[in-house]
């Protein structure tokens, strides 16, 4: 496979720790904000999840029409690794890019969050650099 796109966002947690119930009914799923307020600094897994979503549109070079953010969902595999699973308008368009696995690396401190996504797909060009 090849690298189909890469992204990176750094957010500032503190913009999380007040931010209105309509944000994160718009942003975020049911689960991921269920994760989020499960732990003892939700505002620190709501930035690294928002992050990782902005780094998943930067990758695949998207702006934000047709699709929304809750459209790309942060969930984690059975050993906790984290992954992306898209739905809705999102997943459609990562299929026309030919796209067939995100990556995804994340973390913060008590102040950034970071997130790194890589998207896979297409066949290898060996004529490529």
């Known amino acids: 496979m090849a690298i189909l796109g890469l992204g990176v966002d750094l957010v500032e947690v503190e913009r999380f720790e007040s931010v209105s119930k309509r944000?994160?009914?718009?942003?975020?799923?049911?689960?991921?904000?269920?994760?989020a307020f499960k732990n003892k600094f939700?505002?620190?897994?709501?930035?690294?999840?928002?992050?990782?979503?902005?780094?998943?549109?930067?990758?695949?070079?998207?702006?934000?029409?047709?699709?929304?953010?809750?459209e790309i969902a942060?969930?984690?595999?059975?050993?906790?690794?984290?992954?992306?699973?898209?739905?809705?308008?999102?997943?459609?368009?990562a299929?026309?890019?030919?796209?067939?696995?995100i990556l995804l690396s994340f973390t913060h401190t008590k102040t950034m969050a970071l997130a790194e996504v890589i998207v896979l797909g297409g066949e290898k060009d060996e004529t490529s650099l």
């Not at 299929?95 to 696995?101: D, I, R, S, Y």
Request: hydrophobic share 40%; proline share 3%; net charge positive.
């Open 23 to 35: 944000f994160l009914e718009r942003v975020y799923t049911k689960d991921e904000l269920s994760y």
């Open 42 to 70: 939700p505002a620190q897994s709501l930035a690294a999840r928002f992050a990782a979503k902005e780094a998943v549109i930067k990758a695949f070079g998207w702006r934000l029409f047709g699709q929304e953010l809750k």
């Open 74 to 93: 942060v969930k984690k595999d059975k050993v906790g690794k984290p992954l992306i699973e898209l739905t809705g308008k999102a997943r459609s368009k």
């Open 95 to 101: 299929n026309l890019c030919g796209a067939k696995k």
